[in-house]
């Protein structure tokens, strides 16, 4: 139903900022909320930041003053500002997207996953 495509992903040295871009395609009027969501070697799949359509943020303590998350609904794109970075940031990072259909079936989409790596 929706489609995402992470960008901005790379390698960066502590301290430094990175910004993740997201765009979704398809059925994008069901969307809902989007977010992110990272998962690093050997660790479980964590949620680091959501947003919804309506701009209401929520975000994992451990990122909170660092990261912020924005959405521009004219281009249906989320995006991920990441500064003062640290190494414990390094992971592959998802984006989500949540909704519900006419059927009022739920649903969540992700994104192939873009790397960030923090090290110097």
């Known amino acids: 139903q929706v489609q995402l495509v992470e960008s901005g992903g790379g390698l960066v040295q502590p301290g430094g900022s990175l910004r993740l871009s997201c765009a979704a395609s398809?059925?994008?009027?069901?969307?809902?909320?989007m977010g992110w969501y990272r998962q690093a070697p050997g660790k479980q799949r964590e949620l680091v930041a959501t947003?919804?359509?309506?701009?209401?943020?929520n975000y994992a303590d451990s990122v909170k003053g660092r990261f912020a998350i924005s959405n521009d609904n004219a281009k249906n794109t989320v995006y991920l500002q990441m500064n003062s970075l640290k190494p414990e940031d390094t992971a592959v990072y998802y984006c989500?997207?949540?909704?519900?259909?006419?059927?009022?079936?739920?649903?969540?989409?992700w994104g192939q996953g873009t790397q960030v790596t923090v090290s110097s």
């Open positions: 398809g059925n994008i009027f069901s969307i809902l909320d």
């Open positions: 989500n997207a949540g909704g519900r259909l006419r059927s009022l079936q739920s649903f969540r989409s």
């Open positions: 947003i919804t359509r309506g701009g209401s943020t």
